[in-house]
């Protein structure tokens, strides 16, 4: 290989797949992306993006384009399960923004996805590509695919989810953590609860009961209500985002809780069921000149709301790392990012854990303290969501 700048394969289309090419791409550095689906399927639902995950898509200029789809929620309100009290609530417009510096946005995934395409350029996404092996020499990384073809780069990114077939490769199998959960979720059109007054306001709730929560934003402008509604399911082990719920056996599992959650539920007809998984944390990401990125290297659970800002974190770290660097210096960079990415994403995997039982607390005792801890969660979260991403890159060295 040859020329200042390293070319870089990344093996993933998804948030932090794309994220990562463009922002090498941005800087100068040629990046192609490596896809295994025929068409990039825009699925999951709402995903939230805090002041941290926004300063990247500043960083990766698709925050404006992103602004006219986004919705930005009042407050978070905390919910009790059967009464529908307000336990806990904390502003997220005006202060939110002063304290981090950016605000706090709900959007769908496909539009995520889609403004990083965009401004990507499809070109660079290679379709169809599914990856098989991946190889690494002092010189060079190999990419080969299913069909039997083969791509060569300086540095190969690994940015395809939980089942990564590049960390397999490099680090051989391991085994999914399954929560003991599912998650159900679902896009509600707006126009189908015009009755419920909670929803004059945009806001993020969370409705927190025995064994179970329910949490639920607006998206798309507005115009359609994302939830995500987590229960006990041990006998169910398949994750896929594409895999149908029944509706009916949803809605049986809140029986009791409050209207609202019943009425958004009974107003979804064909939710997302999924079972949950996470990985214990890698202990390390990078080998030769091959790293992972997003899932690939820390899947968590989604109960701190952080997997696609974390990707895009990732994204931005590694890419200004590789843009300092020429193709020698590959290896070097790869660990640096893996020594500022790694700590700050293993912290948010064992947090995300703590907080489905957090979640999920039965009246009493217990649920009457974690209320008054929620109290103070905008001093608890402060560390994720005031973090500054490019900030942690001054303490890197200036080359890799």
Known sequence: MSGKHPYVAVVGGGIGGLA???????????????????????QGAGIAIGANGHRALRELGVSQRLAASATQPVRADFRHWRT??????????????????????????????????TELGPRHVRLGARCTQVETTADAAVIRFEDGSEVEADAVVGADGIHSAVRHSLFGPDEAVFSGTSGYRALVPMDRLRHLPELAEPVLWLWLGPGRHFIAYPVADGSALNFL?????????????????????????????????????????????????????????????????????????PHHGQGANQALEDAVVLAHLLARTDTAGVPPALRAYERLRRPRTR?????????????????????DARNIRLATLPDDLAWIHGHDTLGSLRSAPARA
Request: glycine share 10%; aromatic share 8%.
């Open 20 to 42: 990562l090419a463009l922002g090498l791409r941005r800087q100068g550095v040629e990046a192609v992306v490596h896809e295994q689906a025929r068409t990039l399927a825009h």
């Open 84 to 117: 529908g009290r307000s336990m806990v609530s904390h502003r997220l417009t005006g202060m939110y923004e002063e304290r981090f510096g950016a605000p706090f946005w709900t959007v769908e995934r496909a539009a995520l996805q889609q403004a990083l395409l």
């Open 229 to 301: 509604a987590v229960v006990p399911d041990h006998g169910w082990t398949v994750e896929s985002w594409s895999t149908e719920g029944d509706a009916a056996e949803l809605l049986s599992a809140f029986e009791g809780w409050h209207p609202f959650v019943s009425e958004v539920l009974g107003a979804c007809e064909r939710p997302g069921r999924w079972a949950l998984y996470d990985r214990e944390p890698q202990r390390t990401w990078s080998a030769g000149r091959v790293t992972l990125l997003g899932d690939a290297a820390h899947a968590m659970l």
């Open 347 to 367: 912290l948010l995997q064992t947090g995300s854990r703590k907080n489905a039982g957090c979640f999920q607390l039965p009246d009493g005792p217990e649920a």
